[in-house]
């Protein structure tokens, strides 16, 4: 039995082992910064739950075995000595085990049974199979004795605290499969053997990387484990995800935000564009009356508290530049119409009476949380937030054209002009862009990289201001990207989040804006730092703008997106 499988290698302690379609995973993480000793089987089910504690014994006297972990995006794999136990996904919801020469204690993560906590172990009476039944994540997990397997139970029936354990051993190899269901299914039936279900899975992963990585090794080394981030993170339709979606992360952050699934749909586009456009709609499944987005959309809840900045016009502009097809008439209408309803949302909801400019309720809406631009106040006029609604008022004018609906595409590109002259006369002065208080009508300034968004206007601003944003943005350019506070700056932190920090999405859209302004050396420099962090770093949350270093969680698909979608337009420079 082969320790890994062809592929990437990765580290646990960073990157989840699981494959597209499945809603849990095998990690060390089992919370915000929290790492175990053991492998878990973490459910995103009604959140981030670790459910079941694999941990490896010797079959001679049964105590702990200290193992090693070897992972590539096909099997995992505990080894120590001769002894190994593989573990590889058989479909979304059901994985394999097959050990040699090491047992298997599976045991519930928490041993504390209530009425409304923790996992109840009993033996089912119609097939002898062993099950562990969640509150946290309401669903059951049923462990399937195989092949040459023998398995020893503790605590079954058990109320209270008491130890569930169930483990699986062998006088040779043994097998069992672990299975996430519902409610009941049939009893399980292996439909091929390890070997077999280890080979799917390896071809399904190639078949998705040579889908969204075409870029040459050489030219973007890490771009096939980018790909297994993004395969890993994606989930099937179950609960609020009305479509088969890329979650941020199969970590804690286990949501989808409404403005990093754009992010995730152009990383995919060329390749894979069914999956792609659901990740642009998935948000718009769940836009309310008023014509919000929410702010994120997780398996059992969608939160309306905050909103993201409209990025969706700029996306939906790249994303029909790229996909290889573009929706039928039907399908864009849909989307005109739900997009018009999201610009409609800022420019009424968010337009106080007498003022040309939206704002920001709070730094969350704009999607940079604790960014230094709102130090002056929450409730802000900014001048990213009109620049992003110029390019969606010019989408909803372009897509109006080719709908064919009468005076649309006039009416949005009056609005578009509007709100970028009261973008330049409100808030550009002194060689800078302010942010405004609706209430007072006082400037305030920063040293945000927030504040140098409207480079995403590219080619539609005055070349002196693109000329002066750009130097601007040279001057937040580190040997390895651009931090989002001015490293001189007094509020400058290493791991300050939007406060000194490097992020993808201010990556891509400000070198998208660079490129179409005519910066393109910028550009370029902008792209080479952010690909060789990441070649170095992975796909963190965020990185240390100084060092380089990758911050919080560490398997981001927005981050595994950038870094894709750069190299893809790295090698067609």
């Known amino acids: 039995m082969t320790t890994t499988a062809p592929g990437p290698a990765f580290s646990l302690r960073e990157i989840p082992f699981s494959r597209k379609g499945s809603w849990f995973g095998f990690s060390p993480v089992t919370g915000p910064h929290r790492q175990e000793r053991d492998l878990h089987l973490v459910s995103h089910q009604n959140g981030m739950h670790a459910v079941l504690r694999f941990v490896p014994l010797d079959p001679v006297t049964s105590e702990r075995v200290e193992t090693t972990w070897h992972a590539a995006p096909s099997r995992l794999v505990w080894e120590s000595g001769g002894g190994r136990i593989a573990l590889v996904y058989e479909s979304g919801d059901t994985v394999r085990l097959r050990g040699h020469r090491l047992d298997l204690m599976i045991t519930a993560a928490s041993t504390e049974l209530t009425p409304f906590t923790g996992t109840y172990f009993y033996r089912d009476p119609v097939d002898g199979s062993y099950v562990l039944t969640s509150y946290e994540t309401g669903r059951r997990y049923r462990v399937t004795p195989l092949a040459g397997a023998v398995a020893t139970a503790t605590g079954l029936e058990e109320l209270g605290a008491a130890p569930r354990t169930l483990v699986l051993s062998g006088p040779q190899e043994w097998e069992a499969a672990v299975e996430e269901i519902d409610a009941a299914r049939p009893p399980y039936t292996p439909p091929a053997d390890f070997e077999t279900a280890t080979a799917r899975a390896r071809e399904a992963f190639r078949d998705f990387a040579g889908a969204v990585a075409p870029v040459p090794g050489d030219g973007a080394p890490a771009a096939e484990l980018a790909s297994y981030v993004l395969w890993s993170a994606t989930v099937r339709p179950a609960g609020a995800v009305r479509r088969p979606a890329v979650l941020m992360s199969k970590h804690w952050m286990d949501k989808v935000w409404s403005w990093d699934h754009c992010f995730n749909a152009l990383a995919l586009a060329p390749g894979l564009p069914e999956l792609a456009w659901d990740q642009f709609r998935l948000p718009f499944d769940h836009q309310d009356a008023a014509g919000a987005l929410p702010d994120s959309v997780a398996h059992s809840e969608v939160l309306y508290n905050y909103v993201k900045p409209p990025v969706h016009g700029w996306a939906l502009r790249r994303l029909r530049e790229t996909l290889p097809r573009l929706p039928d008439h039907g399908e864009l209408s849909t989307v005109y119409r739900r997009l018009e309803r999201w610009t409609d949302y800022w420019l009424v909801a968010r337009t106080r009476p007498g003022e040309r400019l939206p704002h920001y309720l709070h730094g969350n809406d704009s999607g940079w949380d604790n960014a230094t631009t709102f130090d002056s106040g929450q409730v802000l006029v900014t001048a990213d937030l009109a620049a992003f609604l110029v390019l969606q008022l010019a989408e909803l004018a372009e897509l109006a054209e080719v709908l064919g609906i009468a005076g649309a595409a006039d009416r949005h590109l009056r609005t578009a002009e509007a709100i970028q002259t009261a973008l330049l006369e409100d808030l550009w002065a002194d060689g800078r862009f302010h942010g405004r208080s609706p209430w007072s009508g006082a400037l305030s300034t920063s040293s945000s990289l927030l504040d140098l968004m409207p480079i995403v206007l590219g080619e539609r601003l005055p070349p002196e201001i693109a000329d002066r944003l750009a130097e601007r943005i040279a001057s937040h350019l580190t040997a390895h990207g651009l931090a989002t506070e001015h490293p001189s700056s007094p509020h400058y932190a290493p791991d300050g989040y939007w406060r000194g920090p490097i992020w993808a999405p201010a990556t891509v859209l400000i070198e998208d804006g660079l490129r179409r302004a005519g910066h393109t050396r910028l550009a ?42 750069l190299a893809r337009g790295m090698a067609s420079v």
């Open 524 to 565: 370029d420099d902008v792209s080479r730092r952010f690909l060789s962090l990441c070649e170095a770093s992975g796909f963190a949350e965020n990185f240390d703008a100084l060092t380089g270093q990758g911050l919080r969680d560490r398997a981001y698909t927005w981050t595994a997106s950038a870094y894709l979608l």
